[in-house]
């Protein structure tokens, strides 16, 4: 009896085991996304493809979960800065780009706190602030633009849950991101430069289910 005893005293100081997502849930995660290119461009002025820079930034996430298994997600994150550059030429330019993307996701079920899903749905990126730099200029590059883009994305994800509310969270993402880029070399305007940008997004974060 005292042994019992011992053992239910224990049990009642343990935390309760956090169960897994169910429907109605929202919860937001928060961490470092960063952002690594994987693709190239066609020939820039005879110089070779266009190289695009990592990048890391606070990445936010918010999810609905339709059902236990099926969530929707919102990625976002606060503006990517990537240095543009030649393999002749060195950096030349700098970008700024938002790529929001919405997924439906499969959420993985009775594997205790560990709750790994896979997911797809769409992106969108939105370039802005796109500038030679002195590099750039002084071999009369002017005029830079980059085409927005929509394409497909794709991540796969685990929470692991410390609490019901709080969780760790490490997940992989993919973005197809094509754009055209166009600018002036010597006030001439030049063919467009179709780049693919296709970027891995690795998310290392926290978050809190409400």
């Not at 109605?24 to 690594?36: L, Q």
Request: glycine share 10%; charged share 15%.
């Amino acid at each position: 009896m005292k042994l019992k005893a011992a053992a239910l005293a224990v049990c009642m100081l343990l935390p309760a085991v956090a169960s897994a997502h169910q429907a109605g849930d929202f919860f937001i995660r928060a961490g470092s996304a960063t952002v690594r290119p994987t693709g190239g461009s066609d020939d820039v002025l005879g110089l070779g493809e266009f190289n695009v820079s990592n990048n890391t930034q606070l990445g936010l996430t918010f999810t609905y979960m339709a059902t236990d298994n099926i969530g929707i997600e919102l990625l976002g994150a606060t503006p990517f800065r990537h240095r543009i550059g030649t393999p002749a030429t060195g950096d030349i330019a700098t970008v700024k780009q938002l790529p929001p993307s919405l997924v439906l996701q499969w959420y993985f079920s009775g594997l205790g706190k560990f709750n790994p899903y896979i997911g797809a749905g769409v992106n969108y990126t939105r370039f802005y602030q796109e500038r030679f730099n002195e590099t750039g200029r002084n071999a009369g590059l002017s005029d830079l633009h980059a085409k927005d883009s929509w394409g497909f994305a794709g991540v796969a994800g685990l929470d692991y849950q410390l609490t019901d509310n709080w969780m760790l969270n490490a997940s992989v993402w993919y973005m197809d991101i094509d754009t055209d880029v166009s600018f002036r070399a010597n006030g001439v305007k030049q063919d467009s430069i179709h780049t693919n940008i296709n970027p891995v997004v690795f998310f290392f974060g926290a978050g809190y289910k409400f």
